[in-house]
């Protein structure tokens, strides 16, 4: 099985954080695939988070070319004038960054050239909510129910 993975997804792969293990156990399952624009948006993350001292420069280095090596093996859906015509009527119908629309557009693009489901991993709620709508499984589902939410100290609902 193909899943596609945005760079919020991807980028768990280099930094420890909620959902790294879910995101390392999706990849380690089959085959994976992104956007060529996720080499860019995991770099630019490493980068700013090293930056902001949560990551020192050995482990940015580090994390950085394992992402080189793992681009070379992921199935990369290139940025075409096709997915750029979708990713722009995307923008119109939901409330979506450009650089989530190219992601959901690729994933829509690998999708029907597959002909087959390809869940779309990501952890960004608008994009999965646009994803959702737009006929992708999505995986993993981070969404916190009302009833954690509303856990007292003592481990008792409200």
Known sequence: MTRYFDASALAKRYV???????????????????????????????????????????????SLTKLRADVAVLAVVELTPEIVVTATRLLQRYQLRAGDAIQLASALYLHRELGVSVPFVVFDDRLINAARSEGLAVEPVRRVTQRRRSMSRDGRTR
């Not at 990849?27 to 902001?52: D, F, H, K, N």
């Open 16 to 62: 420890r954080e909620r959902g790294s293990t879910a995101v390392r156990r999706l990849l380690a399952a089959g085959r994976a695939a992104t956007s060529r624009l996720s080499e860019v948006e995991v770099a630019s993350a490493l980068i700013r988070r090293t930056r902001e001292g949560a990551l020192t420069s050995r482990q940015r280095d580090r």
